[in-house]
Nanobody, 125 residues
């Protein structure tokens, strides 16, 4: 089970930190991703982290602004979002799978098996 939290309303340029708490399995060998979706559009991969790869992965639209991290002692993955802009407004979901993916597929929602309930992020002036 995945539980996402930390969403809210923030002004452009502001920051939020999302959390994704895991229960039922451990982060150790999981691939964990953050995705976002706005009504009428496909779910977009934002970031991914896993012990299986050397570095986290970020969508071009969030590089330099978002940072993904993990705390295995708390079985939690975080997404620190800085310098938010209007285009970041969406419902954010965390997702996980057990077992590796090819790098090119790590921001593709269809390859993830477990999903949290989503947390709303609204960037508004």
């Amino acid at each position: 089970q995945l539980q996402a939290s930390g969403g809210g309303v923030v002004q452009p340029g502001g920051s939020l930190r999302l959390s994704c708490a895991f229960s039922g399995f451990t982060l150790r060998d999981a691939v964990v991703g953050w995705f976002r979706q706005v009504p009428g559009k496909e779910r977009e991969g934002v970031s991914m982290i896993s012990r299986l790869y050397g570095n986290p992965r970020y969508a071009d639209s969030v590089k330099g602004r978002f940072t993904i991290s993990r705390d295995e002692s708390k079985n939690t993955v975080y997404l620190q979002m800085n310098n938010l802009n209007l285009e970041d407004t969406a419902t954010y979901f965390c997702a996980a799978r057990e077992g590796p993916l090819v790098w090119s597929a790590t921001l593709t929602a269809a390859h993830y098996d477990y999903w949290g309930q989503g947390t709303q992020v609204t960037v508004s002036s």
